[in-house]
């Protein structure tokens, strides 16, 4: 087997999460608490939009250390104005996650990467 023909290969990121169906999972280049890399995940709906998501990973991280995002008080206030500067917003369960078209995944990902640095206090 050798390379994959030109022909047949995706010409960029955004060709490739295109075609693709299911999950991707992305690795970040940032530590939380653990020193464990942070993740996100990109999720084909099958209906044009992609589900970026931390699959609740921050607000975990958060409440392990003392910090509840969902205390009703004024933690919560905060996280959520984080999350709205960055057009983020988080799901019944706690997930940080943006929607998005194909053509705006390029500008999503890193828009979710800087909210969940920024609520996990990093610069």
């Known amino acids: 087997t050798g390379p994959i023909p030109s022909t047949t290969r995706p010409a960029s990121f955004a060709g490739m999460v295109g075609t693709f169906i299911g999950v991707f999972r992305i690795t970040l280049p940032f530590l939380n608490q653990d020193n464990d890399h942070i993740e996100i995940y990109v999720i084909n709906q099958n209906n044009g939009t992609f ?3 931390d699959d609740g990973a921050t607000f975990g991280d ?3 250390r003392c910090l509840d995002p969902f205390d009703n008080g004024g933690c919560q206030q905060a996280f959520a104005s984080i999350a709205a500067l ?3 917003s988080v799901s019944e369960s706690g997930g940080l996650q943006i929607v998005s078209v194909l053509d705006n995944l390029s500008e999503s990902i890193p828009r979710l990467a800087r909210c969940m640095n920024e609520l996990l206090g990093h610069k």
């Open 62 to 64: 958060l409440s392990f």
């Open 86 to 88: 960055h057009g983020v």
């Open 51 to 53: 589900l970026i998501t």
